[in-house]
T-cell receptor, first 110, second 112 residues
Framework: TQLLEQSPQFLSIQEGENLTVYCNSS?????LQWYRQEPGEGPVLLVT?????EVKKLKRLTFQFGDARKDSSLHITAAQPGDTGLYLC??????????FGKGTRLSVIA | EAQVTQNPRYLITVTGKKLTVTCSQN?????MSWYRQDPGLGLRQIYY???????DKGDVPEGYKVSRKEKRNFPLILESPSPNQTSLYFC???????????FGSGTRLTVV
C-alpha cells in the first residue's frame, strides 16, 4: 500500500494569511485527489489532478501536481475562518481504491 | 440529489451484539468502499467493492464483513463487535476510473 505523507500535521493561522500544505510519496501517483473534511462530516472532494505539472485553481485554492507526480501542494490565499478543516490528499491507482494521507488540520482564526 | 446515505449516524452497542451499518448510493457508481477514521491514524480502508458480487479486503478488514448483492447497497457487518471497533465509519462511492469519491456523512459507533 502506497504511503502518503502530509505536512504540516497542524496549522493555525490568522485570517488573511496565506498557507501551503503538502502531500508526498516515494512512489509515482496515478492521480491525486484533495478533500476537505469538516467536523462530524465526511470528506468532500475539492479537486483531482492527473497530469504531472498540472495546476488547478478553485477560487482562493491553488492545487499543484509535481512534475514527477510524486508530490502535490495546496495553497490557500487570504485564508478565511470558513477554510478551517482537515485537508486530506488521497491517491487512486486506476482500479485500486483510495489511499489517504493522515491530513493537515487547519485552523483559521478571525 | 446525488448522495451516499449511511445509517445509523450514531450507534452505541455492547460487545458481541451483531450489527449492520447500511450504505446506499443513488449515482449508479461501480466502486464502493468502507473506511474507519481514528485519531492519529487517519482514514483506513476496511473493505471495497468494484462491482456487484465483487468485494476485497482493505487495510483493516479483521472483524468486519461486507456484501454487494445490489449495485446501490454496500452494508458493513460486525458479527461480534469489540471495543476496539469503536470508531467513525464512512462509506464512499465513485464511478470506475477513480475520479473522486462521494462520502456519506459517517456513522459514529461506540462499543462498550
Amino acid at each position: 500500500t502506497q504511503l502518503l505523507e502530509q505536512s504540516p500535521q497542524f496549522l493555525s493561522i490568522q485570517e488573511g494569511e496565506n498557507l501551503t500544505v503538502y502531500c508526498n510519496s516515494s512512489s509515482v501517483f496515478s492521480s491525486l485527489q484533495w478533500y476537505r473534511q469538516e467536523p462530524g462530516e465526511g470528506p468532500v472532494l475539492l479537486v483531482t489532478v492527473v497530469t504531472g505539472g498540472e495546476v488547478k485553481k478553485l477560487k482562493r485554492l491553488t492545487f499543484q501536481f509535481g512534475d514527477a507526480r510524486k508530490d502535490s501542494s495546496l495553497h490557500i490565499t487570504a485564508a478565511q475562518p470558513g477554510d478551517t478543516g482537515l485537508y486530506l490528499c488521497a491517491e487512486s491507482s486506476g482500479n485500486t481504491p483510495l489511499v489517504f494521507g493522515k491530513g493537515t488540520r487547519l485552523s483559521v482564526i478571525a | 440529489e446525488a448522495q451516499v446515505t449511511q445509517n445509523p449516524r450514531y450507534l452505541i452497542t455492547v460487545t458481541g451484539k451483531k450489527l449492520t451499518v447500511t450504505c446506499s448510493q443513488n449515482m449508479n457508481h461501480e466502486y464502493m468502499s468502507w473506511y474507519r477514521q481514528d485519531p492519529g491514524l487517519g482514514l483506513r480502508q476496511i473493505y471495497y467493492s468494484m462491482n456487484v458480487e465483487v468485494t476485497d479486503k482493505g487495510d483493516v478488514p479483521e472483524g468486519y464483513k461486507v456484501s454487494r448483492k445490489e449495485k446501490r447497497n454496500f452494508p458493513l457487518i460486525l458479527e461480534s463487535p469489540s471495543p476496539n471497533q469503536t470508531s467513525l465509519y464512512f462509506c464512499a462511492s465513485t464511478k470506475a476510473g477513480g475520479h473522486g469519491y462521494t462520502f456519506g456523512s459517517g456513522t459514529r459507533l461506540t462499543v462498550v
